[in-house]
Every structure is written in C-alpha cells, then in structure tokens.
C-alpha cells in the first residue's frame, strides 16, 4: 500500500503542478502588438482608402456609372445592377476603426485627432453620399458594448453643429492652425500639418457644395474662397501615388487581360473630348487596335449599358474601340491615388460663383480648374482650347454650368464616385442609361444597404431603410431632393 | 513463466494461464468461474487470469461475449498453459474498446458506441479511413471534398452541435488523440492561388493498421476525452502482433481504376460565340466574339467551316501554327495571318476526355509474431494514386510498429509508432476561378476541342505565353495543371508508449504518453502568362504541427460481494498542442520557369503565426456492476484550457451512465434472446482557439517603406468562458430468434449553450465579429440498427442490416439582442455577390440558407421587359442537413464465395449549385437549349399598370435565350440555382473468394483471398451534373450546401489479394 500511496501523491503533485501553470502567458499573442505607434495607423488608413476609392471604388465601379468606362461582357455595374458594395461598407468602418483605435495608444496627440478627424469625415461622407442614411454618431461604439448603431440622418451628418461633418472639418482646421505638436507617418502630405488645414478647407467646401440646394446661407463658402487656405496648386493635392514595386502597384498592372478588356472608352466621353480637341483623350485611353493596325490612330467609345447579346448583334467589332491609356496598364505607378485634386477645388468655386453662392470671377477659377487638371496629367492647354465654342463660358448660367460641370467631372476619373455624387446633385452631365440597363431606364442614386446589415442590425436598417423611401437604387438622398 | 504456483502461506492456490481465441491473440475480460462456487474471476487485458482456490480437482468456466463457453476439468492441479476458445456461432456480443482504450462488455455499455470491423474497413479498401464509415453507421454522416484520392473527408457523428465550431470529432488512437485537423493554406476563391484541399488528417493512418474503429456517438462516452470530444470520439484501434504458428505475414493488394461518376450534363448542339456568331482572330475580341466565352455561338454540325483556336494558320513567315499562336500570327502593323476555317462540330465528350484513367495501388505487407511475453507487429503500406484530374496525383507511405511486452508478470509495456508520408507533386485548385479547370470548361464553347490544347505553350513562346482558345477570362487548362503545380510533402509520426503496473489483480496503474508530429512543405508554381499572374509567382507554405498527450491513469477493480462488482479508477492528462505556420511568396517572377524564392522581381510576401494552447486535466470515473444485470458508470473530469481567460479557464465534465440487461434478469419469452436498456446523461464543457481574449493590432504589408498596421476584424472578449454541451440518450438493444434479428436503438438529446462564437455584427460598430458566448442549440435524433441473419447455417449465408439516422438541430435560443446570427457565409468570390449566409434564427435550424431571390407576386416571380426582377432581400433557400440517412448492407456468403452490397441513401437537404447557375448564364448546359430558336417567355406576371397602380398580368414578354438565362440565373441571387441534396448512392461491392485451406496449406499460405471491389458506383439524384455529397473548400473553410465547380467523384473498381502465411 506504500507504493500506492506513493504514486497516488505523485499523481497529486502531477495536477498541482499542471493547475498552477500560469496559463495567461501561453495565451499570450506572440504574432502581433497589442500597441503600436499612431503614425502606423495613420499611413494604414491614407494608403488604404487612397487605393480603395481610386481602383475598387473608382476606376471598377464608378467609372461606369459615371460613363467613363463600358462593360462588354460581365460587369454588371454598367447595366446598373449596383449591388450593396458591402466590401466598401466594412473597409470604410475598418479605417475609421483605425483611425478611432490611434486614441488610446501612447504618442497620440492634438494633430493625429485633428488629422484623424479630417479622415473620419472624408470616411463618413463616402458612407452618406453612398448610401443614404448611415451610422455615425453611434457608430464605431463596439468596445462600448453597441454593437447595433442607430442610422443618423444625412442632414445631421452633415450639418450638425456639434458632431456634423462640417462642424467637425471647421474645428480639425483650426486646431491645426493653432498646433504645437507633429504627427507621423503622413505618406500623403510628409507631416506637412499647414497642407491638412487646405485639405480639410477644401474638404469643406466640396461639403457645403454638395449639400447647397439644401441651405441658403453660402456665407461659410465665402470665407473659405476668401480664406488662401485651400488648395492652391497641384503640389498640395491630396493624393498617395502608387509605387512601382508590389504591393503598391496599380492593381490593374497585373489584373487579368480580360478584366482589363471590360473597360472600354465610352461614346459618352468620346464625343465629349473630340469636342473639346482634349490632349487628354490619349493619355486616358488607347487609340483602338484597328485603327493602330491601319496606321491611321483613331478612338473609338463603346455605348454604355449594352449585353453582349446587343454588341454581337450590331456586329460591333471590340478591337474597334479603345481601351484605357498606359497610364493605368503598362505602368506600375502610372496613377496616383485620390482624395482631392486642386482643379475640384477650382471648378468648386467656379460653379459656386457662376451659382451666385459666392462672389468671384467664373472664368478664372473655370480656366485654373482646366489648366490644373491637363499640368496634372502632364499636358498643356492647347492653344485656343479656352476659345472653342464648346469650352468658352458665355456668361449665360446654365450654359456655363453645362460647362464647368463637364469639365469637372471629366477632371473626376477614377476619383471615387465624386463624378456620380456631382452629376447626381447636378444632372450635369446629363448622362442617358445604356439600352440594356436593368433599371428600367432610370439612373440609379445610391448602392443598396449592405446584406449584413439586415442580418445584423436590422431594426436600425429597417428603420433607415423606410425613412429613405425604401433600400432601393431610386431613393434619392438628402441633398440630392430638391 | 510460471504455469502456476502455489503460494506457501496458505492452503489456497493460485491457478493462471491465459486465454486465446482461434487466432492466437487473447481474450480479454472473460469471465472465470470455478463451478459450483461463487469464486469468479476475469481475464486481463492480456488474457490472462489468475483463480485461487484450495480445490485441486475442479471445473473451471470461461465464458466471454462471442465466444463458445467453455469447461475445464482440472485434476491435481493440471491446468493448460493455454486456453483456446472458439468463437460463438451466435456471435454474441464482443468486448468493445471504449474511452481511454478500455475494453469493456458491450452489455456493460450505457451509451451508444459502433464498432466498425477490420473487415468492414478493409472489404473494400478506401483510401480515406474516414470514407469507409460512409453508410456503416448510423448517426455518422461523411462528405467528402472533390478533389480526387487525397481529398479531406468531413465526418460529423450525430449532427452539428456547435454554431461556430468545425463540429469534428476527436480522432484518438490507443488511447491517444491525434489531429485530424486540416490546416489549409490560406487561399483566396478567385484569387491569384486559389484553394487546395491538402486532406484530413486521419486520413494519414492506413487502413490496413487498424484492428477496429469505435465511435462514441453520445457525449456521455466522450466525457473522458474532455473538450475536443464534444462531438464525438473515432476511437481507433491498431493492430497487435498476434500470436501465430511461428512467425505471421499477412499481405493485401488492391490496385483500383477511378473513372468520373458524374460530369456537367453539357449541350452539343451550339458552340461558343454570342449571337449564333464566332470565328477565332486572337482570342480577345479582334474576331467575330472571341473574345466572349458563353455558348451560344453558331450551331454546330450544319456543314460550316470556321476559323477556331486550333484550326491551321502561319506564322509570319509562312511556316504552319495554329490559330491560337497569335504571337507568332502577328504582322508588324498589328494584323494577323490568315486561318484556314475548319469544321464547326460538336464534340460530345470534349470535357469527358479531358480526364483521366485514375489509378490507386495500394499495398500492405504485415509481419506479426508473438511469443509468451512479447508481441510485436511491423506493417509497411503504400499508396499510389494518380488522379482523374491529368497531372494530379497522391502518395502515402506508412511505416507502422507496434510491440507489447511484459517485462515480469506485473509490468506491461505497450508502443504504437507510426511513420507517414504523404506526398503530391500535384494538388488540383478548387473553387471559383480559373485555376479550377472546371471553371474553364464552363465557359469553353462547346465545340472546342478541348485535346488540341495539351501543346499549351504558343509557337515560340515557350515559358512565356500559353496558349488558349481565349486569352481575356481563361487559362490553358493543362498549362493550369502541368505547370502551374500545388505540391505538398508531408511526414508525420504520431505514436504512443504506454506502460501498465498491476500492482494486484485489483489495482493498475498506467501511464500514457502520445506524440503526434508532423512537418507540412507545401509549393504552389504558377508560370507566366497566367490569368491572375501575369508575371508568373512562386510560394512556399510551411505547417509545424505537434501535439502531445501525458496521461496518468490508475484503476481499482473489486468486488463487495458475489453480486457487487465495481472499479474506481483516477487519471490525468496534460494536452500540449504548438502550430506554426508560415509562408513566403514571390508574386511576380524575374525570369521565367525558375521557382525560387530568389527569383523574385518585387518584395517578397510572407507571415509567419505561432499558435499554443495546454489543457490540463484530471478525472476519475468508477462503474459497478450487479451480477450481469445492472451497469451504473460515472465520470467527472476537469479540465483547465490556457485559451479561456483566468478565472474562466477551469471547467467540469458530468456523466453518469445506466445499462440494464433485463434478460439476464427475467425469464424472457422464448422470441427474445436478449434485451437491454441504456440511459447516459452527460454535461461536457468545451474551450476556443488560442488569443481570443485581448485585442491586437495585425500587420499590413509595407507601402514602400512605410510600415503599416490595422484593427483586427473580430472584437477579442476578455470574459470568454466555456462552453457547454448537455446531452442525454436512450437505448434498447433486442435480439430475437436466437440472436438472429438484432435491433439496437438510440434517441438522443443535446443541447449546447454558452458557445462560444464568433458573431457577425453590425460592422458599423467598428469590427466585423464579436467573440461572444451565446446561442443554444438543440439537437434530437434518433438512430436505428436492425441486422439479421436471414440465411444461415448451409452453404448459404445472407447476412442484411440497415441503418437509419434522423437528427434535427434547432436554434433555441440567441445571444441577448441578437434576432439572427451569421455563422458563416460562402460566395463565388470577393466581392461578388452570389453570396450564400448561413444564419441562425431563434427557432431556425442548423444549416439554414440564405440568399436572395427574385421579387414575387401573390408567390409568381414579377418579371419586367422580359426579365426576372431581382429582390436583394435574404430568404431562406433551404437547409443543407438531410431529413435522415439509411445505410443497406448486404452480405451474401456460398461457400468460399462472398458478396458484400451496401447502399447508402440520403435523403433530404437542399445544394446550392454554381455549375448550374454559371453553366446556364454560359450556355454549356443541356437545359439552355430552351428556347434558343424562339425566345423564351419567362414563367411569372409583368406589370401592366403603372408604378403607382400596379396590374399584374401574365409574362408575355419573350426575349432571348440567351439573354434570359443571362439574367435568370446571374450572379446576384441564389434562388435560381437550388437542388435537392437528396441522393440513393451504390456505395460499395465487393466479391471475394477465399481459397480452400487445403489448398492454401499446401502451398504455405493460411488464407488466400481474392476479391473485385468497387465503390461509388451509381448514383441517383435529382440534378443531373454533380455528386451532391461533395462539399466545397472556401478559403479556409469546408463549406455545405454549396457546390462549387467541385471535381466529378469517381467511380472506382478494383481487385483486391489478401494473404496471410
């Protein structure tokens, strides 16, 4: 029985020993940080939705609605089966996680919120000109134990005093003007803090303008035009180049062939710049294989909206039509990518003085907006362009604002969906859904709420949903009714 | 050894020997009776036993379930130095190994366990031990993954208890557990690699090594085997040395030929185009819609001649290509030389031929010896496979050792080495994509033939550009196989070292060590030119996995009285699980051909991730038993997982067990040979995977230089605590006629609560999922076993059983606030839609469905233009859990003839089909033959009124065939392409003869027998393209209910030699 005893006290000790073990240590994460420096985050969140709202969101999927591109075979978008874009949804909330998480973490200071700031309202703004009504005053609540955000109102979004959009750019420009601290790891602006200040200002303004069938009072507009604090020059645009090593490539360098032949130049933009003699028609696309091999260069649009069927039957011949320019297949680093380009700054103020919201010369802000865009894409404005008649403004409004918003949304490429957001608020350009649309002929005005939304938190959903006239591609947004 | 020895210090004797069946190996646990006395005894483990009594002249009884009993007349003290017995004729019941390797009495058992034989696992040799349970038992379902020998193989034993977990039971051999886990690379559906299936982890242990496979359904059995054994235990049982007439060998060969069980039913009537127009120019567009890839070009067989991939050109110097050789066709100015058209035919079984004669050998040699103290068993088994899939193929190579031995009369020590290799020069790639050669045939036009490929290089392009009927959306599927490669090479050696003290025949003590290790070295080549990688790329995956299990384990047996026998027995367990993986990848190539990670054109790409986790954990359990008639068995284990948080991590195992065999306690009518009833109620706990309590930032790639970090997706919990199952179960076994007609019934409930999982929420809240406990789940099924010997006793022999499962799970209950809950979701790809959600809804069931559909009107589908209207709402679209399952096994026996049938049905469920959607959207269907001529006039009504007013009547609206089923069956919904699971499956049929031992002695064998095998071989079910057993791969994860361009199955034949001299 002595041995019994023995071995049964080993046994014991063998437990003991097994209990005592400090477990926390082995469950310790030894693959990543719990705590990182801000800065990390903070080029995380630049580069991420700088390649996100430029490749995915622009070059993908808006350049069709906005007619920049056509489909040929698959991409639904062009018919305007628009889907949730749900991926956009969770990667927008993932950054502004990012953007949230930086708060807590040591070496976080008054210029990372205010820069943060700025970010979160370029952030929510994509969320509310997407899709309508969206979380934001509680959102990104989860460690609060809100895991089921109310939607807010896009009219609060924007203009609450408070929490607003507007309110909060006013308030980031100001901190930044007054700052004594630095940030980090700023790819976009190299920690420059003076050019967040124009890009929030500019930020702003794009705002006001897009909410102004909805205000009367352009006062804040004013000051911003008056301010010098916006974007001056193409130096200070907001954009994050892609690089010429992977991953930071321009995706569409190494995208499949036929993902690259499903973007086709449309006629829409083909008719518009051989009508302006636009230098730009060759570097934003190819001159079509045809005509190359005929030795006599020609581009060619595709008209939006059509199935294959269509474009079989017409017998149109798809190496007839021009595909997009070097810039975007045969080069790395041909592109950068978008926030917000000097010309948009300029186009902004000319619509709003040829609107009458502010004060100022049309011309001027209308020729700089042109002659930015065209320096941008390293093209100079050809001699005479201001002068031909379909470029020239005349003084008389609506002309000039058929004209200004053209050239705007053609400067708008592949910048997001801001070209959709303008023509939707404008109806410039007038812009006609392709024969085989699945909309029965109507051009759609938001993404549908993402599916997970129903599964997850469908009372907020169902609640925004009825509010908006239903979760369809119709229902027009705040600032778009009139 | 001692024959007997009489102990000086009193009269008594101690008598002992040991007991052998007519094989030579022991017999465990026979009860030993002096007659006339109530002295009993059992024999160990071993089969050995020891009676003492102080009679010289006696009778001895031995009797043991399966065995004829047997009496012994011992005079002066003279008993044998073995004992044979002979196996029952009824075959009563046998001794059955339970948790921890305990080997107990059936009639014992209070909850249900199914024994799988040697012979039912090797009748017909299956190359994944876990398909030969397919059909055997009842409560066990198996599906398979698609991608040919090699393939992993799902097991779940009595339905999905656990919202997020994988729902697999623990895989434990002698007494050990192993990893039955795949750890799959982490690949993307549509991506640049897309996913492999690399295999089950139990499907590394040969067949051939096993003795027999338990499987302990309730948790009441598992309770002993802690957290991991939630869902069940697949005990297995290798085999020993046995004793032998000198020195054993037994061989088994089976060569057996794979052929495609099913394919897409295809059209043949139109080839590819649009419009009823095509000719090839250079694959993008440049010709009349080459550059599109549906079927519904011109109609084939009417005498036209059309320029095609394959048909004759020049290349610009006039030597002769083919058309696809654009490169080589094209002038300086961009324009091509001329292709000579070639007959616009149809080509029937284009994809048919495309595939292989699969082959698989498999190859056993055993050699087994035993002496008194000492057995010891060496097998080595082969397995060759090359796959129906061209350029696929699967190796195993398994060295098992197993040695017992008695180091005095006390001391046993046991070990069990097994050494494998699995190995693969080439895995196919599943899913939706280009790298899934299936996914290019869908959208190859039907006429093209597909054999002109194999040269899939363009003239003078070698290693740089492949060559294609369409160069936009497809690659070269033999370029995909024969060079774009996923090898893999495995080795792994799992093992256990036991030894075993009796320090008494009343008291044990064992202790237990088991290893399971294995290195994973995976390569995935793609050349240049390829659809996702341009530039070609280069990866290298690297697993680590190693498991280790310490047990201690002491055991008290004795009796109060005659009628009162009981054991108590204490133990302990430390569980050491380290996984690393990693991977480095090239994406863009420097130079062609060249796979090294040096030859990189841009940074490399790579993680590495280490993941840990311990359990330890004691328990005691103890049973008692009166006479033969009552069997009350508990268990308390506790265990402490490192993955809960503190405080949080200690959790308790309950169970308690009854079996009551009324007939040996009442006289029962003449009709019932034997009846019992068992209760088992258990509660058993359950932990998480390692790092799920604290929040960390995960790393991005650089840009440039720039480091980058981001927010995980999942909201970590600091407060996790375990999960729990509770489950009960009733059972009634009757034998009636003699033991002739066998019904064994099981009905069972579990609920488990508190799970942890992974929630879906709100993403608005800032994260994606939120780590939660939460949600019951409530499952009731009910299982049936009737087997009969319906002819015996001549020559002929007819043995039948049938096994029937039912099981419901439903939701009972969600976390606090949540009205339904995604507990995981499969799409096409990234981004697209075509997305399935599997949701649970409070009262739902496990395994609903859903997606979206089409806009319906008092139940008709609202069409506009022509066309079916989309209705982005999520609907249920079914449940991928069957209503049951019956397996039908035959066996006819006439002389040295034996013939085994076994079909299996499954009936119920619902699949998601992407071939059918996509194969309709591109017209390689049969179906999409509708209306090519005329149009279609989609079923449903149309809207005759206004927006505001609406009238609804009838569709009249005829539009294209193509274009209808275009929109029918896009992407963005699910509801157009359902089908019922349902399936009645020939699962296997084998024929063997054994050879008469008069001739077999003669020669030097003890058994010669030869067999034809076939499995797979008819399939019955509603959709007429695919096996709706196999389920997809996505990401990491094994997804149901969804088929997902998976790989035909096979059909297999083969011939099968066992020998044993």
Not at chain 2, 882 to 891: A, R, T, V
Not at chain 2, 983 to 997: D, H
């Amino acid at each position: 029985m002595k041995n019994i005893s023995l071995l049964l006290i080993g046994l014991l000790c063998l437990t003991c020993i097994s209990c005592t073990n400090d477990f926390n240590e082995l469950n310790e994460n030894p693959n990543s940080p719990p705590e990182v420096d801000p800065q990390y985050l903070l080029t995380n969140v630049l580069t991420v939705e700088a390649d996100a709202n430029t490749y995915e969101q622009g070059f993908l999927l808006a350049n069709y609605i906005e007619q920049f591109s056509a489909s040929v075979e698959f991409e639904r978008i062009d018919r305007y089966e628009m889907g949730s874009n749900s991926e956009y949804w969770n990667l927008i909330f993932g950054l502004l996680t990012d953007l949230k998480s930086m708060e807590n973490l040591p070496g976080y200071n008054e210029a990372y919120g205010a820069v943060g700031d700025i970010m979160k309202s370029f952030l929510f703004s994509q969320l509310t000109d997407m899709w309508g009504d969206v979380p934001y005053t509680e959102a990104l609540l989860a460690l609060d134990d809100q895991f089921t955000p109310k939607y807010d109102t896009q009219e609060s979004i924007y203009t609450d005093p408070e929490t607003g959009i507007l309110a909060v750019l006013k308030r980031s420009a100001e901190t930044l003007q007054n700052r004594n601290t630095s940030i980090q790891g700023d790819v976009m602006f190299s920690n420059d803090l003076s050019k967040w200040v124009r890009f929030s200002n500019s930020l702003r303004l794009r705002y006001l303008l897009r909410i102004s069938k909805r205000v009367t009072d352009f006062s804040e507009m004013q000051a911003l035009a008056d301010s010098g604090m916006l974007i001056e020059s193409n130096d200070q645009n907001a954009v994050v180049p892609y690089l010429s090593s992977a991953p930071n490539q321009f995706p569409f360098f190494t995208a499949a062939l036929g993902a690259y032949g499903e973007h086709r130049m449309t006629k829409t933009v083909d008719s518009v710049l051989k009508l302006w003699n636009d230098p730009r028609i060759n570097i934003i696309y190819k001159p079509t294989q045809l005509s190359v091999t005929s030795g006599n260069t020609e581009f060619k649009g595709l008209l939006n909206g059509q199935n294959r069927e269509i474009i079989s039957e017409k017998g149109i011949n798809l190496n007839d039509i021009s595909l997009f320019g070097s810039i975007y297949r045969d080069q790395p680093d041909g592109v950068d990518g978008q926030y917000m380009q000097y010309a948009e700054v300029q186009f902004a103020l000319a619509e709003a003085a040829a609107s009458g919201y502010i004060t100022g010369d049309v011309k001027t802000y209308y020729q700089n907006a042109i002659t930015a865009n065209l320096n941008y894409y390293g093209a100079e404005v050809p001699a005479g362009y201001f002068e031909q008649t379909a470029v020239t403004l005349t003084g008389d409004k609506d002309s000039d604002l058929i004209k200004i918003l053209t050239q705007k949304w053609l400067s708008l490429i592949s910048n997001g969906h801001e070209a959709w957001f303008n023509i939707r608020r404008t109806g410039i350009p007038a812009l006609k859904p392709g024969p085989d649309n699945l909309n029965d002929g109507r051009y759609p005005v938001r993404y549908l709420y993402p599916e997970s939304e129903q599964a997850t938190n469908s009372a907020n959903y169902q609640e925004a949903a009825e509010r908006m006239g239903g979760d369809d591609i119709n229902s027009k947004v705040w600032w778009e009714s009139p | 050894m001692q024959l007997f020895f009489i102990t000086a210090l009193s009269q008594t004797q101690s008598y002992t020997t040991q007991v052998l069946d007519d094989t030579g190996a022991p017999v465990p646990y026979a009860t030993v009776n002096e007659v006339g006395t109530q002295n009993y005894t059992t024999t160990t483990e071993s089969g050995r036993f020891t009676l003492e009594t102080t009679a010289t002249n006696f009778t001895i009884r031995i009797s043991s379930v399966g065995f004829e009993t047997l009496n012994i007349q011992v005079s002066n003290g003279n008993l044998p130095k073995q004992i044979t017995m002979n196996p029952s004729s009824e075959e009563l019941d046998a001794v059955v190994i339970t948790a921890l390797g305990i080997a107990r009495e059936r009639q014992a058992l209070a909850s249900s366990v199914s024994i799988v034989s040697e012979e039912q696992l090797t009748e017909v040799p299956m190359t994944n031990l876990v398909n030969s349970l397919a059909g055997q038992v009842a409560g066990v379902q198996i599906t398979n993954g698609s991608s040919g020998v090699g393939s992993s193989s799902r097991i779940i034993i009595r339905g999905e208890n656990s919202l997020s977990g994988t729902n697999q039971p623990l895989f434990v051999v002698d007494g050990v557990p192993i990893s039955n886990e795949q750890i799959t690379s982490d690949l993307v559906n549509d991506g640049a690699l897309q996913e492999v299936d690399y295999g089950n982890g139990g499907a590394d242990i040969s067949p051939d090594d096993i003795a027999s496979i338990s499987i302990l359904k309730g948790a009441g059995s598992a309770a002993l085997y802690g957290s991991r054994a939630a869902n069940g235990v697949v005990l297995i049982t290798t085999k020993r040395g046995r004793r032998q007439p000198g020195f054993g060998v037994s061989t088994s060969s089976t060569l057996t030929i794979e052929t495609p069980l099913t394919l897409p039913d295809y059209q043949n009537e139109y080839g590819g185009g649009s419009n009823g127009e095509y000719a090839f120019q250079n694959g993008i567009g440049a010709g009349v819609n080459d550059g599109g890839i549906s079927s519904y070009g011109p109609r084939s067989d009417q005498g036209q001649l059309i320029p095609q991939f394959d048909s004759p050109s020049t290349d610009i110097n006039g030597n002769p290509v083919r058309g696809g050789d654009v490169i080589a066709r094209t002038l300086p100015d961009g324009s091509f030389t001329e292709i000579t058209p070639t007959p616009w035919i149809s080509r029937p079984d284009n994809v048919l031929d495309f595939f292989e004669t699969g082959v698989t050998y498999q190859n056993n040699v055993a050699i087994s010896s035993a002496s008194e103290n000492s057995s010891s068993r060496l097998s080595y088994s082969s397995l060759r496979n090359e796959g129906i899939v061209p350029n696929t193929d699967f190796k195993r190579d398994g060295l098992a050792l197993s040695l017992d031995q008695d180091l005095n009369d006390n001391l046993r020590v046991s070990t069990f080495v097994n050494y494998i290799n699995t190995r693969s020069g080439n895995r196919p790639n599943l899913g939706y994509g280009y790298e899934n050669v299936l996914y290019g045939f869908n959208w190859t036009g039907r006429q093209a033939n597909i054999a002109s490929m194999r040269d899939y290089w363009q003239a003078g392009q070698e290693g740089v550009q492949h060559f294609d009927i369409n160069y936009l959306w497809l690659t070269n599927p033999y370029l995909t196989l024969y060079e774009n490669t996923n090898s893999f090479n495995k080795n792994r050696v799992l093992g256990n070292v036991s030894a075993t003290y009796e320090f008494s025949h009343k008291l044990k003590l064992t202790v237990r060590g088991g290893l399971d290790f294995y290195q994973d070295n995976r390569a995935f080549r793609r050349a240049k030119s390829t659809n996702k990688n341009p530039e070609g790329s280069y990866r290298e995956d690297y697993v680590k996995y190693r498991e280790l299990n310490n047990d201690v384990l002491l055991t008290y047996k004795d009796e109060f009285n005659d009628d009162w026998e009981y054991s108590v027995s204490a133990g302990a367990n430390r569980f050491d699980q380290k996984i690393n993986y990693s991977y480095a990848e090239a994406s863009q190539l420097a130079l062609p051909d060249i796979y090294s990670l040096a030859n990189s054109r841009t940074p490399l790409k790579g993680n590495s991730q280490i993941f840990d986790k311990r359990i330890n954990s004691v328990y005691t359990f103890g049973n008692i038993a009166y006479k033969n008639q009552i069997y009350l068995d508990a268990t308390y284990r506790n265990d402490w997982s490192s993955t809960l948080p503190d405080g949080n991590n200690s959790f308790g195992y309950y169970s308690a067990g009854l079996s009551y065999v009324a007939s040996n306690m009442f006289e029962m009518p003449e009709a019932i040979s034997f009846l019992k009833l068992r209760l088992s109620a258990a509660s058993v706990g359950n932990d998480t995977d390692p790092y799920q309590n604290t929040q960390n930032f995960q790393f991005n790639q650089n840009y440039g230089s720039s480091f980058r970090v981001t927010n995980e997706t999942v909201l970590k919990n600091a407060n996790l605590k375990p999960e729990r199952l509770d489950a009960y179960e009733v059972g009634l076994e009757a034998w009636f006629l003699k033991s002739r007609l066998q019904l064994d019934a099981s009905a069972y409930q579990n609920v488990s609560k508190d799970q942890i999982i992974s929630r879906p929420i709100s993403s608005a809240s800032g994260f994606q999922n939120y780590n939660v406990n939460g949600g019951k789940v409530r499952t009731r099924g009910l299982e049936l076993m009737l087997s009969g010997d319906i002819i015996k006793g001549g020559d002929f022999g007819w043995q039948s059983s049938v096994n029937f499962s039912t099981f419901r799970s439903v939701v009972t209950e969600l976390p606090e606030g949540v009205d339904q809950f995604v507990t995981g979701s499969a799409n096409i790809f990234n981004g697209g839609s075509n997305t399935v959600f599997y949701i649970a809804r409070e009262n739902g069931r496990v395994g609903d469905m859903y997606g979206t559909g089409f806009v319906k009107v008092d139940g008709e589908t609202l069409y506009a233009n022509g066309f079916p209207v989309q209705d982005n709402t999520l609907r249920l679209l079914g449940n991928y859990n069957p209503d049951f399952s019956l397996g039908f096994n035959n066996n006819f026996s006439y002389k040295n003839i034996s013939l085994t049938i076994l079909w299996d049905w499954r009936q119920g469920g619902t699949i998601v089909s992407r071939i059918k959607a996509l194969g309709s959207t591109s017209g390689v269907l049969k179906e999409t033959l509708v209306g090519r001529e005329n149009g279609i006039v989609g079923a449903g009504v149309r809207n005759a009124g206004t927006m505001e007013s609406p009238s609804y009547v009838p569709n009249d609206v005829s539009v294209s065939a193509s274009s209808f089923y275009n929109n029918f069956y896009d992407r963005g919904n699910e509801e157009s392409a359902l089908y019922d699971a349902s399936y009645l499956k020939l699962r296997q049929v084998s024929i063997y003869y054994n050879f008469p031992s008069a001739l077999t002695n003669s020669i030097g064998f003890t058994t010669i027998k030869v067999g034809i095998v076939g499995s797979n071989l008819l399939l019955f079910t509603e959709n007429p393209h695919f096996d709706p057993e196999l389920n997809g791969l996505q990401e990491r994860n094994i997804v149901y209910g969804v088929e997902d361009f998976s790989y035909p199955s096979t059909r297999n034949f083969g011939f099968s030699l066992k020998t044993q001299f």
